[in-house]
């Protein structure tokens, strides 16, 4: 979701401006994917090294339109039988973006059509180190063995990070030309496809979307192996963008 703040300035506006077209481009795309039959989706939304090294008064503003489209959106959400959820760690926003937070996930939870999930004041290598974390906190305290430490798989450490059901994205797109991950899913990104486009979030229309979805489907994911071309089979813990 990048490019909302260089959208606003390269037409004269408040960054703000920005921002509020870019709610705009999420509901747009989270509603098309819903039509599309894509199981989940994964917005970077604010990552840990914005939310501390923005402006507080710009972080302000992001906090109370999180808190307007946590509200504003759940209807569309219903109506479209979407299920938001979160990670990153959003015990430092303010109590009453956590209620609207609280309330719309609640709310949401029994919706099984698409998982919308919204990565807030996220960075993957915390949350990879979390993980590392929690897993030698089960070993130290028994739950894991020891002297199995050989057992530890990658199913095993996955299920120590943020959200264990999360299954790995097979695209992942990026707006406003950026050619890195930025420390977004550094660990379920490890075989996904990367579609890079020049248009600003604001300006990312579902033909945008279209095209990255076109384009994913006539790559050939191989996940490091020599696959024949009438033979492949996709990853089995893949799935969403």
Not at 68 to 96: C, H, Q, W
Request: proline fraction near 2%.
């Amino acid at each position: 979701m990048d490019g909302n703040g260089r959208w606003a300035r390269s037409r004269g506006f408040l960054r703000q401006r920005g921002y509020e077209e870019g709610a705009v481009s999420l509901r747009r795309i989270t509603t098309h994917c819903r039509e599309l039959g894509v199981r989940e989706t994964t917005f970077f939304a604010l990552s840990t090294e914005n939310y501390l090294r923005r402006p507080r008064r710009e972080i302000s503003f992001l906090m109370k339109l999180l808190k307007t489209y946590l509200v504003k959106e759940r209807a569309m959400l219903m109506d479209n039988n979407i299920r938001l959820t979160t990670i990153g760690d959003v015990s430092s926003f303010p109590s009453n973006v956590l209620d609207a937070l609280h309330e719309t996930q609640t709310l949401s939870a029994g919706n099984d059509g698409m998982v919308m999930r919204l990565a807030l004041n996220y960075g993957s290598r915390q949350e990879i180190i979390n993980a590392v974390r929690a897993l030698c906190t089960d070993v130290r305290e028994g739950r894991l063995d020891p002297d199995r430490i050989e057992d530890i798989s990658e199913d095993v450490f996955s299920a120590y990070l943020a959200d264990p059901q999360m299954k790995d994205p097979d695209l992942v797109i990026r707006t406003a030309g950026e050619y890195r991950l930025s420390n977004f899913l550094l660990w379920q990104s490890s075989y996904s496809e990367l579609w890079i486009t020049d248009e600003l979030w604001p300006d990312f229309e579902v033909e945008h979307l279209e095209e990255a979805l076109d384009a994913y489907v006539r790559r050939d994911r191989k996940y490091g192996a020599v696959v024949d071309s009438t033979s492949r089979e996709a990853s089995g813990n893949s799935g969403g963008i």
